[in-house]
């Protein structure tokens, strides 16, 4: 039976800066772009704060998808703010505003035997929900880092990352987390699976016994690489899931993670995201497997 597919994060309406100009109050957040991307695929619940200034447009961008929102808590607060500038391709992150995360706790089903992404977030509200995930039956249990959060409130990741059944981070953030070895890293946090992103370098994924690396597919030149990280955990736990944890379908769930990024940063923020179909990503995962076997 395939499992159920949840995402628990964050709700943004983002600053962004980079050769397409300067945007403001542009919606985003993890749960946003993993919940559009895993959407594609199957469907997907969120279990996310926002605030009553955003609430609108969280649902209108996800009108006319196969996503849950009823996890989200629409709370008296800011809706989480994130500025970051494009720098060579990659986001560097101008500060946040979070203080929505001081009135919401993490409202996670009560049971719950089907798999789950808690993404980026304020690292006790992550916690929170991989604890409350874990103690309602989750068979598969993933996380993402965010680079601001590992330096800046360290005392949770040990605990965080020891819940994790599979881990997404970057170069910088692994490094941050004293990973130098990507592989002893999985090993030393007893991970079933790691993912390591590196943006225009493509992904790293490591199993027991097995590692591969899939480039990155750039079809046209990168606008925004806002989200991309996101949307390879939406697209490869969701195809994935479909096929169960079957372990010889976990290259082809990456080959469907590394597409949709793909889609992902060809515009500013999720408006890419929010247009893509089903079948455009199908047609983009045949040229990602074409372009493997080419190189």
């Known amino acids: 039976m395939t499992p159920h597919l949840l995402v628990a994060g964050s709700v943004a309406l ?3 800066e980079g050769a397409f100009g300067h945007v403001e109050d542009e919606l985003g957040g993890s749960a946003v772009y993993f919940s559009l991307a895993a959407s594609l695929v ?7 704060p926002v605030g009553e200034d955003g609430f609108d447009r969280l649902r209108d961008a996800l009108a006319g998808r196969d996503i849950d929102l009823g996890g989200v808590s629409v709370l008296d607060a800011p809706t989480y703010r994130w500025k970051a500038r494009d720098a060579g391709g990659r986001n560097l992150d101008l500060g946040n505003r979070d203080s929505i995360y001081d009135r919401w706790t993490p409202a996670v089903p009560e049971r ?8 980026s ?14 103690a309602a039956g989750a ?33 910088d953030e ?20 790691l993912v390591v992103k590196s943006g225009p370098g493509g992904i790293d994924v ?23 990280g996101d949307s390879v955990a939406g697209a ?12 010889s379908q976990l290259e082809e769930a990456a080959r469907w993670g590394v597409a949709c990024a793909s889609i992902t940063i060809e515009e500013v923020g999720l408006r890419a995201l929010r247009r893509a179909t089903p079948e455009r990503l199908r047609v983009r995962v045949s040229s990602t497997a074409a372009s493997r076997g080419s190189s």
């Open 121 to 134: 977030m304020r690292p006790d509200r992550q916690l929170q929900a991989l604890r409350g995930l874990r």
């Open 206 to 228: 490591l199993t027991e016994g097995r590692r591969f690396h899939l480039p990155a597919l750039v079809v046209q030149p990168v606008v925004d690489s806002t989200g991309a």
């Open 14 to 16: 983002d600053t962004l």
């Open 174 to 193: 692994l490094q941050a987390l004293g990973g130098s070895d990507p592989e002893q890293f999985r090993r030393r946090h007893r991970m079933r699976g």
């Open 236 to 247: 490869m736990l969701a195809r994935w899931s479909l096929a169960e944890g079957d372990p």
């Open 42 to 48: 199957r469907p997907v619940s969120v279990v996310a």
């Open 112 to 119: 719950f035997a089907g798999w789950a992404f808690v993404s």
């Open 139 to 171: 068979t598969l249990l993933a996380a993402d880092a965010m680079l601001s959060y590992v330096r800046s409130r360290p005392d949770t990741l040990t605990e965080i990352l020891g819940l994790c059944d599979w881990y997404f981070c970057n170069q």
